[in-house]
């Protein structure tokens, strides 16, 4: 049931547009100390930027323990998956790295994802692609999407005015 991938084809590029959720999973280096992250992630970030990359626009939220596990091996994975009627879950593995808003690379991607990002992002995670696997997803349950939930953006502007955005995303801040 399983089919291996070495890059993204078109009927891949359009499954992972019609997704409203993706996931993303990273380990540090110390297994016995630290433990695997995996994040869901929604609002619409993500974008292809080709058939073996792409990036998506990472909000503060909880920690950041994608930027740091990626820091530490740059091992990324993303899943996507089906909640309608044509299952299916998509892993993209690869090495991702995260961007600095306000380094050139960073400057000439926000450009590229114009409609994707926000004045509250902290970086950009991309993701080299060195494998794609497809599974059946037959387990994955019906779900309907209803809509975006707007309490990271309300949080993100709250505390932008009153200042507590710059400590909590520190040295990645771009204002």
Not at 48 to 61: C, E, Q, S
Not at 89 to 116: D, F
């Given at each position: 049931m399983a089919k291996d991938y070495l890059e993204l084809n078109e009927e891949l590029i359009n499954f992972i547009k019609n997704q409203k959720i993706f996931f993303v999973a990273t380990a540090p280096d110390n297994l016995e100390k630290e433990y695997v992250n995996l994040s869901p992630k929604g609002l619409d970030t993500l974008v292809?930027?080709?058939?073996?990359?792409?990036?998506?626009?990472?909000?503060?939220?909880?920690?950041?323990e994608t930027a740091t596990h990626l820091q530490q091996n740059g091992k990324l994975t993303m899943m996507?998956?089906?909640?309608?009627?044509?299952?299916?879950?998509?892993?993209?593995?690869?090495?991702?790295?995260?961007?600095?808003?306000?380094?050139?690379?960073?400057?000439?991607?926000?450009?590229?994802?114009?409609?994707?990002?926000?004045?509250?992002?902290r970086q950009l995670i991309c993701l080299h692609i060195e494998r794609v696997r497809t599974s059946c997803g037959f387990g994955v349950p019906y779900y309907q999407y209803i809509s975006d939930r707007e309490s990271l953006i309300e949080w993100c502007k709250k505390a932008t005015l009153s200042g507590k955005i710059r400590e909590y995303m520190g040295f990645l801040w771009k204002g």
């Open positions: 292809i930027l080709d058939n073996r990359t792409v990036v998506y626009a990472d909000y503060p939220g909880s920690g950041n996507f998956m089906s909640f309608d009627k044509d299952p299916m879950v998509l892993r993209l593995y690869g090495s991702g790295e995260a961007i600095s808003l306000n380094g050139l690379n960073g400057k000439e991607l926000i450009e590229k994802m114009k409609e994707k990002v926000s004045p509250f992002i």
